[in-house]
């Protein structure tokens, strides 16, 4: 029987009140910060994100992290039978035993699991395509992933299917208001039925990382830290204007990977977080610095807390310490954190900023959504309703029945069995 887990980014569980009922087990709080990769990071390994790494992926002075540290649900299950995954963010260069892994990458790039699953690009600039548009356009891309996986189960192509559809939370953050959300979510509803109507076939599981809310306040962090002193940079004008002439982009959207971005080196913090204002060390820091910054960034009124790494993740190590920023904060729901640089926009009013965001007016919910068409008896231990707790249910939904087990006796080739084996397969017409 083929196990199916489906990821739906932004699923909010304020809004799944009859959203396939027969699969619905409840909600979770999310962990810290409300953002996919800490959450999605935490139920791939089971881990926190002081663990797994993916706290801000987008760190200054270092490349883009495309997965976690650790070994995630999807290389574990391999060992037990051929898994397929697509679209499953943060899972980019995984080396499953079995089967293979697709269009994990954070900018949604990289390579398919087959050629079936290539996909046109999604929509670049959000803010300025009419919402209908927009709409039809990830609902065609929704009924094509979920037509081919569909496919492939009935083709019996692999043991566990992972479905990821990330597309709720980037038409949110665009189209909050009105009736687009909802027929969106009503859409993917149907795809997901039609899973349920394949019968014994398959067992599904779907979860989301966090809701989605309405925004109301933006908060520019890198210029606030630049008018507290933590920070000085200059803005290459002549670098920018050669950008705004070659590309389309926002005259005023200048961040810290920005070729017109220069970061003077008497700076001692700096926010590269494109997902939730998390604050590197960019100068030497002391502790006393440390504290201090935390302080003043919670006196902007902006944060439910805002900690170190080691006061939020105690007792991690070195190497574990290094893989993420210095301080983490937890913002208020509904407050877009922008770590845009131009210095000439004002800081603080959501209305001001309209233009400047494109109409950009979703934000993340502190909890998330799971469901599952099979009872799964948990152990208490499971039932704290956390990102990390997610990993263990999903291990558990993907157990085969025992009788399956004992059909598998536990066989290791050696390298050169394996060669045997690959030549005979070859010879029989397999690939």
């Not at 046109?120 to 929704?142: K, R, S, T, V, Y």
């Not at 990977?257 to 030497?284: H, M, N, Q, W, Y």
């Not at 080739?413 to 394996?418: G, K």
Request: net charge negative.
């Amino acid at each position: 029987m083929a196990k199916v887990v489906v990821f739906l980014d932004a699923l909010d569980p304020r809004r799944t009140t009859g959203f396939v009922k027969d699969i619905q087990l409840g909600q979770y709080e999310c962990n810290t910060p409300v953002v996919t990769p800490s959450n999605v990071g935490s139920i791939l390994t089971g881990k926190n994100p002081g663990q797994h790494g993916l706290v801000a992926p987008t760190r200054f002075r270092e490349g883009t992290r495309q997965r976690p540290a650790v070994e995630t649900i999807l290389e574990k299950l391999s060992h037990r039978g051929y898994v397929f995954s697509h679209g499953i963010p943060f899972t980019a260069n995984q080396k499953t035993k079995k089967g293979g892994v697709g269009g994990g990458n954070m900018d949604g790039s990289g390579e398919p699991v087959l050629p079936c699953l290539q996909f046109p690009p999604l929509p670049i600039n959000m803010g300025d395509i009419d919402p209908e548009m927009a709409l039809q356009h990830f609902m065609d891309l929704a009924s094509m992933i979920f037509a081919s996986f569909r496919d492939l189960i009935r083709a019996g192509a692999a043991d566990y299917y992972f479905i990821g559809f990330r597309n709720l939370d980037s038409f949110t953050h665009w189209f909050q208001d009105g009736d687009y959300y909802d027929r969106l979510l009503d859409h993917v509803n149907g795809e997901l039925k039609a899973f349920v109507c394949m019968g014994d076939d398959i067992d599904l599981f779907v979860f989301s990382d966090h809701g989605c809310m309405p925004a109301h306040d933006v908060f520019r962090i890198n210029l606030w830290l630049k008018e507290n002193g933590w920070l000085d940079y200059n803005i290459a004008m002549h670098n920018h204007a050669y950008n705004i002439t070659k590309q389309a982009k926002n005259k005023e959207q200048i961040g810290p990977f920005s070729r017109e971005f220069e970061l003077i080196p008497t700076s001692k913090f700096l926010c590269a977080d494109a997902f939730d204002s998390c604050v590197d060390a960019v100068g030497d820091v002391t502790e006393e610095d440390c504290k201090k910054l935390c302080e003043e960034l919670m006196g902007t009124g902006n944060y439910e807390w805002v900690k170190t790494r080691e006061e939020l993740w105690p007792g991690l190590s070195d190497e574990e310490y290094e893989r993420i920023p210095k301080i983490i904060p937890r913002r208020v729901p509904g407050v877009l954190v922008s770590s845009n640089c131009h210095p000439g926009i004002p800081i603080r009013g959501f209305t001001e900023h309209d233009e400047i965001i494109n109409s950009r007016n979703g934000d993340h919910w502190t909890q998330g959504y799971y469901g599952c068409t099979v009872d799964l008896e948990l152990p208490d231990e499971l039932k704290t309703n956390n990102p990390e707790s997610l990993y263990h249910m999903i291990d558990l939904f993907c157990e085969p029945p025992e009788d399956e087990e004992e059909d598998k006796p536990d066989v290791t080739l050696s390298n050169a069995d394996q060669g045997l084996m690959a030549d005979a397969l070859a010879d029989m017409g397999y690939v």
